[in-house]
């Protein structure tokens, strides 16, 4: 398959046709990460890894104090 590099505003951009993209499990607005070496620019979906509450404080060295928040209403808001 070919693709041919155009102008897309002040950048330039390849199309991949969507083919391609459901072959890799891949869609539209998927972020992915651009690796560039000698042989071209590979294109690799960025996988998201939902991290556990332990994950997320790993390393955390100190102490958590928590206090209760109290809600008012502030206007004509519906609680």
């Known amino acids: 398959m070919y693709a041919t590099i155009q102008r897309w505003g002040n950048s330039n951009a390849i199309r991949i046709p969507k083919p391609v ?3 890799l499990s891949m869609r539209e607005n998927e972020r992915v990460e651009l690796l560039v070496d ?3 620019i590979h294109i ?3 996988k ?4 556990s509450l ?3 404080f ?3 060295e100190g102490s958590y104090d928590f206090e209760e928040v109290g809600f008012s209403r502030a206007g004509r808001e519906v609680l």
């Open 21 to 23: 993209l459901d072959s």
């Open 38 to 40: 000698k042989e071209g």
């Open 44 to 46: 690799v979906p960025l």
């Open 48 to 51: 998201r890894k939902h991290k």
């Open 54 to 56: 332990d994950e997320l």
């Open 58 to 60: 790993e390393g955390f």
